[in-house]
């Protein structure tokens, strides 16, 4: 078959064929992509009209309710928040005890209600703005759920005082759950395992004119912690009265450690018939831990 070369500008047969089609079919095509343009607008319109029909009068209806319910939702959220916030610390009357002629111990019972914060403040006991009892402020703390005096022994005053018990620079600490396995009351236990043993009375020497009161006990440390510092109240009660306070401090206190105290009173004393000994030691401090080696 002989080859017959197309020259530039020549029309070929399939386009011939495609240009009638085309002039025959334009007004067609023309009308079938109006038609498809009615009905995608008409589409439009019935789906916007049923939107709008769905959201005043159906769902719409029931999503209000839901967003209604949950702006509701926001007072008990609130009302949680509040739940978790710490409570005022609780604190009576300070008690005021005879220790020497113009010389007084003065303690003060507090209560920490609760059990996931814990607490740094000042205080001191004053009579009013202008007769201090104990001028100084005592920085003290206070662990979640704690019970424990607030003293200023030694206190002088001409007359037996009966002051109130002034707090300030009061700052609440709230605990981290996760750093306190399995939970904080089984991980303070360990660390406040301060037992006191042996605890005697020695009554004054009959005859003798000093008239000298002691007590003695051990300080064993059963925990698996070192301390730098353990403060131990000693109250001497008569009944169920308080009769007389002391306090005695061990530096560097050694796990398994079993140390001895000695306290002495020179003032006299009813028969005491029991001895509380409270060892204090702030065990949400790092700096209260001695470290190995130390």
Same mark, same amino acid.
């Given at each position: 078959?002989?080859?017959?070369?197309?020259?530039?500008?020549?029309?070929?047969?399939?386009?011939?064929?495609?240009?009638?089609?085309?002039?025959?079919?334009?007004?067609?095509?023309?009308?079938?992509?109006?038609?498809?343009?009615?009905?995608?607008?008409?589409?439009?319109?019935?789906?916007?009209?049923?939107?709008?029909?769905?959201?005043?009068?159906?769902?719409?209806?029931?999503? #209000?309710?839901? @967003?209604?319910?949950?702006?509701?939702? !926001?007072?008990? %959220?609130? +009302?949680? *928040?509040?739940?978790?916030?710490?409570?005022?610390?609780?604190?009576?009357?300070?008690?005021?005890?005879?220790?020497?002629?113009?010389?007084?111990?003065?303690?003060?019972?507090?209560?920490?209600?609760?059990?996931?914060?814990?607490?740094?403040?000042?205080?001191?006991?004053?009579?009013?703005?202008?007769?201090?009892?104990?001028?100084?402020?005592? #920085?003290?703390? @206070?662990?979640?759920?704690?019970?424990? !005096?607030?003293? %200023?022994? +030694?206190? *002088?005053?001409?007359?037996?005082?009966?002051?109130?018990?002034?707090?300030?620079?009061?700052?609440?600490?709230?605990?981290?759950?996760?750093?306190?396995?399995?939970?904080?009351?089984?991980?303070?236990?360990?660390?406040?395992?301060?037992?006191?043993?042996?605890?005697?009375?020695?009554?004054?020497?009959?005859?003798?004119?000093?008239?000298?009161? #002691?007590?003695?006990?051990?300080?064993?440390?059963?925990?698996?912690?070192?301390?730098?510092?353990? *403060?131990?109240?000693?109250?001497?009660?008569?009944?169920?009265?308080?009769?007389?306070?002391?306090?005695?401090?061990?530096?560097?206190?050694?796990?398994?450690?079993?140390?001895?105290?000695?306290?002495?009173?020179?003032?006299?004393?009813?028969?005491?018939?029991?001895?509380?000994?409270?060892?204090?030691?702030?065990?949400?401090?790092?700096?209260?831990?001695?470290?190995?080696?130390?």
């Amino acid at each position: 078959m002989a080859f017959t070369p197309v020259r530039e500008g020549q029309l070929t047969e399939d386009r011939l064929k495609w240009g009638y089609w085309w002039i025959t079919h334009k007004l067609q095509l023309r009308r079938y992509l109006i038609i498809f343009l009615i009905v995608f607008d008409a589409l439009t319109v019935l789906y916007a009209g049923w939107r709008f029909v769905d959201w005043f009068f159906l769902s719409g209806v029931q999503e #209000r309710q839901a @967003i209604g319910q949950l702006a509701g939702s !926001y007072t008990d %959220a609130r +009302g949680l *928040r509040l739940a978790a916030m710490a409570q005022e610390m609780q604190h009576e009357e300070p008690i005021t005890l005879g220790a020497g002629e113009g010389v007084y111990d003065i303690l003060g019972r507090a209560t920490n209600p609760n059990t996931r914060y814990w607490a740094e403040f000042d205080y001191r006991f004053i009579l009013s703005e202008d007769a201090l009892v104990t001028p100084k402020f005592s #920085r003290f703390f @206070i662990l979640p759920g704690e019970s424990k !005096y607030l003293t %200023a022994l +030694g206190a *002088r005053s001409e007359i037996a005082p009966s002051p109130r018990l002034e707090i300030v620079n009061f700052q609440w600490h709230r605990l981290n759950a996760h750093l306190y396995w399995p939970d904080y009351a089984t991980w303070s236990a360990a660390r406040l395992n301060l037992q006191p043993v042996g605890a005697a009375v020695t009554p004054p020497v009959p005859g003798d004119a000093l008239r000298v009161s #002691r007590v003695k006990f051990e300080l064993r440390n059963e925990s698996a912690y070192s301390y730098r510092k353990v *403060r131990s109240l000693v109250l001497l009660l008569a009944g169920d009265r308080i009769a007389a306070a002391n306090t005695v401090t061990m530096d560097r206190l050694q796990a398994g450690e079993t140390r001895p105290a000695e306290l002495v009173w020179t003032t006299e004393l009813p028969t005491i018939t029991e001895v509380q000994i409270l060892p204090e030691v702030n065990i949400l401090d790092p700096g209260a831990y001695l470290k190995p080696g130390e």
